[in-house]
């Protein structure tokens, strides 16, 4: 019996077996002009098994590149586009440079504190005061992140300087508003859980009448002495 894992291994899972073994028998044809032709049968079924590819703007030019890469950049045809290497996929990506400098302020982040440095560089002006602005509103929200309590504004303009090495100083007709928390749809909530508490209240209420009225109702009843009695009476006759 033939298993999967005594296959070969599917280069593109995407595509299946049967387009793998489709380009491959395209790739050993002798024939150039005939593997021209049927390379483009199999780029059809190929576009037909994944159409998520046509929202792509050069959704034929990744077809091509599949094929490419399905037969291990061993298939002679020719391609309207640029024919890829295997180098051109196997090569890494540069790496990211990480800043490493540590930070003055960590509950403000990095982010921050590189806009207070592009800040610091702008020329004074009407664009720079707005942008001081601008970020003091955003360092006061982030403030409250950590510190539920208010913060003044004088708080917010002292890290400033601080956070810009002395660079970046706010002028005095710069103020910021009065900050109001996003407010939560809690109202509805709220309500809800006091119908439903009151509820619960008046049905506890409600059960506790119906006990001491049961109660009441136990102790007023008239007593029936019937049976008591005739006992009394069937001892004295014995």
Do not use: C
């Not at 020329?123 to 003044?152: F, H, P, S």
């Not at 956070?163 to 710069?174: E, T």
């Amino acid at each position: 019996m033939d298993y999967n894992t005594q296959r070969k291994k599917l280069i593109m899972p995407e595509y299946g077996r049967h387009i793998q073994q489709m380009i491959e028998y395209v790739r050993d044809i002798e024939d150039k002009e005939k593997r021209n032709e049927q390379i483009k049968s199999v780029l059809t079924v190929m576009g037909i098994l994944n159409p998520s590819l046509r929202d792509i703007n050069d959704f034929k030019h990744k077809l091509w590149d599949h094929v490419h890469i399905i037969s291990d950049f061993e298939i002679d045809i020719d391609s309207p586009y640029p024919t890829p290497t295997k180098e051109t996929f196997s090569a890494r990506p540069n790496p990211i440079p990480l800043e490493t400098s540590p930070l003055k302020a960590a509950h403000y982040g990095r982010n921050i504190q590189n806009m207070i440095d592009m800040v610091a560089a702008k020329e004074d002006g009407e664009v720079k005061d707005n942008m001081i602005r601008v970020l003091a509103n955003y360092m006061r929200q982030q403030y409250l992140i950590w510190n539920k309590d208010a913060v003044t504004e004088e708080t917010i303009f002292a890290d400033i300087r601080k956070l810009s090495g002395g660079r970046l100083i706010v002028g005095p007709d710069i103020h910021l508003g009065v900050f109001k928390e996003t407010a939560h749809n809690f109202g509805g909530q709220a309500h809800n859980d006091g119908q439903r508490e009151s509820a619960a209240q008046r049905s506890a209420t409600g059960r506790d009448a119906g006990a001491h009225r049961d109660a009441a109702q136990f102790r007023n009843r008239p007593k029936n002495n019937k049976f008591r009695n005739n006992n009394i009476k069937n001892r004295k006759q014995n």
